[in-house]
């Protein structure tokens, strides 16, 4: 059995052992959702729609919640019938949230796959793995699993051996909004599924006119929308890894992107004859959209209420790369592409989510009356019911960033380009089914003001081919050296001016700002030397932010103000820079003498431009940014007074660092501000704030020119660079502008001493970084960072000798190289108006950290003004802080105990505290209240807009109290540990996941008292007895902590009032086969949900006393041994903090009454003393010992006994041991 890695925390557990155990105030309750454990399961998530349900098991029947119980530690909690033995926390309810789950099975195992296929490598697997979707509608107590793809047993490509290779799903993801779920799936499956790109063919155009005809006219959708001008058709391709030096994996298809519709209906499911339900959901056919002639990955997708779903993903033209970075995530992970490798984008409106084909018809013959709802389907199907075909498809994808390459002739073999580069876009709405293969066969060269490709310039490329390479009107060279990859995105609804009733319900259709950045790779773009000794320093990637309408890319869009500006559809943007260009270090590659091709004029100062020797143009130096990340306010809160809404409307988040993927980098932010919104606050009509002011109707809040460009001087950081070459108005290489400013720097910190200095700047110039970029190999070539402080901070603590920085006073503004040791990762971070919570791991020593020889911990950092200013909660009571600083020897640590007053200054919170070296934390997750999209409430009009249906009623008053309203003071955050031992062979193998519900705006977390294993608790040697103050250490509560099952991928859900959390994650065993490959068992998806009482509770219940740690339970008296004893108590409710705790000791057979014998958490007595107490006489015998805690209710626990025997002389016989 493997041993739990636990860490040591010798002070803070004596600290914290006189306080309250915070956790969950429910009985532990968890379910397996999968059910599949020979299956390997990944990529769980889950998300919780905002409306309520008739409670409802899995087999159909109505069934209340009756299983909200209280943790009052019984030894059996559960009644047979799975209702609670003990106390309610909450009374039966008739109503749940509907809760939707998604995750890949590789249900197809055991079938014959091609040699070494069958694992997970990164973010990709290589299996027989299907998409599910798994429903909860009764607040996770059951769960109904789907298999959504159905392909892992098919195949649509024949390997060059033979071999068909199995339709394997890798990827999933979902999203919901009112009660739709879009689920998408990347696929080796890549026939069927009626894409529609197939349409965009002479035959097809003529068999499927009617339909086209219909969408163009019944639905307005164009030739943007509905015919394939980017290139989306083709044969399915592959990539052989053999010839990248993997031979173990071989020859590997390209991967296509697949949708469902899901919706959730009122009424009885016909195809579940035993119970007549009050709800369930049904699903779409799949479709298809792309065809697998270039590689795709990493969908993204969200979607907005009373707008629709959008969803992104990469396309590589050649295929997965393996990677090469040194961090996290980076190997098999679409990290790092191929040139030409795009952004890909499609959309669906919620005018058009539900329509489907009515039985009898589809796109070749065609309904008489139009499509049909998929309700109005399933009433007519009865028990035949199946997966409806949509009637109106997701948009045809369209490439979003300007990676491709584009001639402006055809090519050697007479093949004209994709029509997208060659097509002027201002005619495009002429297209239609009518023309459309008459003007795709007319494209024989770019049409005259063909947007991508206006005029042409020759290029000899490295091959000596010389090629016509576009131009775009606006100055862009198409000539595919640079890859775009991981996108994060998020989409906001909003009322536009002039939107209208789209499909005829009686409810005006909103629309939705979609806000996404991608990593550019710059390495293969802008700098084009072809040499291979040629290895710049600069060698990495930018982050490229893209926001707009999300129908603007298909010229759809209601808010046709947006026209004004740029008439043509969105699409092979180029979007705008967040990075700034890189600043010369003090401390390398300073002048054109130390490093020839790259100059500097003076530390401090941005790095001489270069000018790329194709295009011309000039160009910044950039570091290598990464890992984007994205926080929106929803927009009712940009601006709300009583959120102080200062005009905060999203903040940019990515990594940023001097040395390649995986390197030392800082966590940066870019706020988006907006001015004060346009306002009638008279009610005449008319605007008062007309100065500047920002109108919600029309004007995207998360504009990339909102984006917050400000020197630490309070200039303006802003710059539009000219075209040095005279042809355009602004440099094509910045198009929006380029921020010179720096980002805020939320992990900069201040390096108070290391191996060698006692100064950040001494420290900094020992870094061992070479002029030429390159960095030594060896961890022990790297002094150590032993203290450090993140400035400016208003806190003390007795033992702050720091007197500052007398270079530096601010680390928010800081370079990553004015402190180049740290590293950070894992940020996430949310916005509920002017308050910013920031999430991240982070370790002062990045190179010993990637050998094992240092560690991640988990910390926060708040902000109450917008992101100005981070400090603790201004209207709270202060907070109390722990951080570990390194001594000079090796794994040991010191402690420095931080008090900061309310709204002052404060460093980055130490969340998780570990110490040594063999543990670290993987990637935390979190939720707002009301979950991501942060739901104000939950919504009750469903019930009744559909009450005819649902036939069920109840008492129960709703909203029930704790779902009525948000409450923002709460958020909920999780971490996941890894075994840090195994990171200098590879990542961390992920070990368990631990939990904390923030209370008080973030000022107050959950702590538990843990007990570590005897061989973790320093045993003495020769008499294997342990030092109890390394045994008991608080930590956050546990998630899950089996001792042999690995746990991560947590995905969880906070409901508005913060009372309720739902969690998933993948949890497994693993094995290493003496042949070295890795058995994955025991594999599932896992639900928890927590529970805690909400703050105004009249409920009164007893506190709950347990005894965590006993020493010996056979005391000497000759040796006079001293019995250690722990004790940890947790209370409910408003008045359930512990206020007294008592020890009491009565003598087996004595008629004495017990005699109070310490009152402290903590009893250490010696056993000459307790022989002495009443009922011994001095004499030895047996004892119980028991320990009570009393709540500020005044109520008492139940005792906690232990049984203890005092003799004379303790023989071998008598072996003391450690009883947990």
Known sequence: MKKRHWLIFVILAIALLTINVFAEDGQLFRRDVSKTPDAETEKAAIYM????????????ELTPVANYCLDEGLDDPWNDDGTCAGTDAYDVRDYAKPLISVYIDDIGAEAATPEGMDSIQGGISFGTFDAFVAVSLDDGTTWRNENLSRSQDLSSFTLANGHPYPGDVHNVVHQVAEDKVLAVWASKYCQSGFPLYSLSTPDNIATYSDYLADLEGSYGKNAMYLYDLFGVGGAQGSVNYTEQGFPEIGEIPYSCIWTARGKLLPGDDPMTPDFAEASHVVWTAPERLTSGVRDANLPAVDCAGGAGCALT????????????????????????????????YSYITFADFDLVFPDGTDTENLPADGPVLIEDYEAAMGTEMDRPKPYVPMAIPVRLTDNDMCKASTGTNGSPEDPFCWIDFDSIDDWDYSNIITNLEGLTGPEEGADFCTTYEPWTNPGGTTLSICVTEDGRWMIGRVASTRVRMALKPYSPVGAVDMDGDGTVEKSAWLSLAAEETKALGITVEESEEYDPVDIGKDVFYYSFDFAKPYNLHMNTTLDADDPSPYVVQQGGMLNQPAKCSPYFITTDQTHPDISCPGPGEFYDTEFDPITGYEYYLTEIARRFALTSNNIANITDP????????????YKQGIIWQGGPADIMLRRVVVQPFCTDTDGDGVVDNTDDCFDKTVDNPF???NMECVNPDGTDGWVYPEDNTGQFPVNPYYLKGLCTAPAINISGSTAVSCDGADTNDGCAALFPVADDGTIPDSDGDFPKVREWRQLPYAGTSADDTFTGDPNDDNDLDDQSWENPFDVAKGHRGFLYGDMVLMMYAWSPNWKSNTVGNDHYNLYQRRSFDGGLTWTTYPDGEGVQALEYYYTETTGEFEDMLWTYAPGANEQARNLSLLTGNKVTVLDPRYSPPGGLKQYATIRTDWLDNNADLINFTSEDVLPYDDDAAIDPSKYYLVYETGDNTTVAEGEAIPLNLYYSRATDYGDTLEWFDYVNDPDDCDPDPI??????ETCVEPRWPWLENADDDLSGEASVVMNPGGTFVYNVWNQWKEEILPDGHELVYDSDMWYRRLLYLPDDTTLEVDPVASILYVNRTILSLAENDTLILVGSAKG?????????????LKPLGSAAAPVVIGTDKVLEIQAQELVNKPGFAGQPGWAQITFMA???????????EVPVWIVDELHQAYMPFVMR
């Open 1023 to 1028: 008499t294997g007895e342990v030092d109890w």
């Open 1190 to 1200: 009393k709540d500020k209710g005044g109520r008492w626990s139940s005792g906690a």
């Open 642 to 653: 009583a959120l102080d809404g200062s005009g905060l409307a999203s903040v940019l988040i």
């Open 313 to 344: 993903w990469q396309e590589d033209p050649e295929g997965l790369r393996p990677g090469k970075g040194l961090g996290p995530g980076e190997g098999w992970s679409g990290a790092i592409a191929n040139a030409k490798t795009d952004i890909w």
């Open 703 to 705: 504009a990339y020119e």
């Open 49 to 60: 729609m905002d409306f309520y349900v008739p409670a409802q098991a899995a087999t159909g």
């Open 1132 to 1144: 409910f409710g408003a008045d359930g903090d512990i206020e007294e705790t008592v020890w009491l």
